[in-house]
Nanobody
């Protein structure tokens, strides 16, 4: 089992920045892809970004390219999502997820999920 705990959400204004963190614990290993997803009210959960174990590969949803950056610190078992130039439409609950497997497959099924952290962007 892998436990994931997100933090860093909050209420900001349009154009501001936030950095989300996700701390992993439990049976982490060197073959885990980490991802961020989000779910806005009344909408389905959607993929935001993912990063491979070595950080050599990343993948982003088109709507965050150039604004969000995913990174990880394996020594701390933590993955980050730096969010810049936030827009009201970025308002959602952001979830961290982990996926086991050697091959980097950012859009595949994820095995573990955090509880989420709320991000609210006011106009």
């Amino acid at each position: 089992q892998v436990q994931l705990v997100e933090s860093g959400g909050g209420l900001v204004q349009a154009g501001d920045s936030l950095r989300l963190s996700c701390a992993a614990s439990g049976r982490t290993s060197s073959t885990i892809t980490m991802g961020w997803f989000r779910q806005a009210p009344g909408k389905e959960r959607e993929f935001v970004a993912a990063i491979s174990w070595s950080s050599s590969s990343t993948n982003y949803a088109d709507f965050v390219k150039g604004r969000f950056t995913i990174s990880r610190d394996n020594a701390k078992n933590t993955v980050y999502l730096q969010m810049n130039s936030l827009k009201p439409e970025d308002t959602a609950i952001y979830y961290c997820a982990a996926r086991r497997g050697v091959i980097f497959n950012p859009r595949g099924a994820y095995d573990y999920w955090g509880q989420g952290t709320q991000v609210t962007v006011s106009s």
